[in-house]
């Protein structure tokens, strides 16, 4: 490939990569900083990943609060971590 080719290529990609909005932090590091406000997401269900449960909030109201990371293992924290996790 000859070499303003190749710039070209370069810069297209460049440009393609701008244009796709990032994704939180949690995405890339371990569970625990998907714990920071702003990072977390709530759990949809209780066997979602990438996420925190709030068990005083969701389901039944009872239970215990955790955080699920990308494979999917449980890692318990308590409510108030849950709750200033997801609201602050």
Known sequence: MRAPALAAA???ALSLLA??????AAAYGGWREMLQPGNARPCRYEDS???????????NG????????RRGRV???SHRTAH???HG
């Open 10 to 12: 370069a810069a297209l």
């Open 19 to 24: 244009a796709v909005p990032a994704a939180p």
């Open 49 to 59: 990943r990438l996420c925190v449960w709030d068990a005083r909030h969701r389901g």
């Open 62 to 69: 009872r239970g215990h609060s955790f955080a699920a990371d």
């Open 75 to 77: 890692h318990p924290i």
């Open 84 to 86: 200033r996790a997801l």
